[in-house]
């Protein structure tokens, strides 16, 4: 069965602090890694993820995927209030359901 | 925002009712799926819609049950509510032109049953 595990559960940092979200997945058939921001609703889509080594940004945020150690890092830098969230990492398979984690909370304070 | 929408916003129901959900898929995306997501939790398939018939099953009992529309869109329906049911119910639609990797999100039906 395809599992994510996600780490820390929950963080509190400060305005302007780094953090980095873990996320670790065991699945059949990888086809990639997707990073999602929740507020209150919907999850946010962030970023795909399909091959090991390459990173990807938008603004403060950058991800990367090592398929070999089977895990990917989501760094925020600088971060703001408005950072603060849910963040949920999901992998899909080869047949493209996405297998969720139970996500990072991340409170980002003035 | 993402282009997909859904119906109604909050739900409450008793134990034993039947709810139906309701999603409209973004431009241009042909597949549905349909997530739970219970408090603390991060979501959990249920199932897929392509070509309006169930392309996958998560680990669901068949009381919950869907259908997909010549237009994409979608409709998940539970019978017999339990209490258990109260949850987020997330679609989310993709292009399976494009391997159905990118999956974006409506902004989801909270129901509670009572």
Known sequence: EDKVVQSPLSLVVHEGDTVTLNCSYEVTNFRSLLWYKQEKKAPTFLFMLTSSGIEKKSGRLSSILDKKELFSILNITATQTGDSAVYLCAVTGANSKLTFGK???LSVRP | ETGVTQSPTHLIKTRGQQVTLRCSSQ????TVSWYQQALGQGPQFIFQYYREEENGRGNFPPRFSGLQFPNYSSELNVNALELDDSALYLC??????RGNYEQYFGPGTRLTVT
């Open chain 2, 92 to 97: 989310a639609s993709s292009s399976r032109f």
């Open chain 2, 27 to 30: 431009s241009g995306h042909n």
């Open chain 1, 103 to 105: 996500g990072i909370t």
